[in-house]
């Protein structure tokens, strides 16, 4: 299970431009493209990645194996940031 650490300033920069992260526990910002900035915003309300890929699925119409990969590795950029925490169920 993954989640979006408590506490960041999230800062939408407009349609399709993506979003600002701002860690203030770190002082570290991260700027997410708009395909970035989707697959970010999922785990606000989802949880687990075949969810998140399931409603990017709908979102981008693309086969969810491919899409299943690109999440795969941009959960891995993201808890290296420390953006996104992973917790046993």
């Known amino acids: 299970m993954f989640y979006t650490k408590e506490g ?31 697959i970010f915003k999922c785990f606000s309300h989802c949880h687990d990645i075949d969810s998140v890929v399931s409603e990017l699925a709908k979102i981008y119409n693309e086969d969810p194996q491919i899409i299943k990969n690109d999440v795969a590795e ?10 996104l925490l992973e917790q046993e169920e």
């Open 74 to 83: 941009f959960i891995d950029t993201l808890t290296k940031q420390g953006l």
């Open 8 to 38: 960041l300033d999230i800062i939408e920069l407009g349609e399709e431009e993506g979003t600002v992260v701002f860690d203030s526990d770190t002082g570290d910002t991260t700027v997410l493209d708009s395909i970035g900035a989707d």
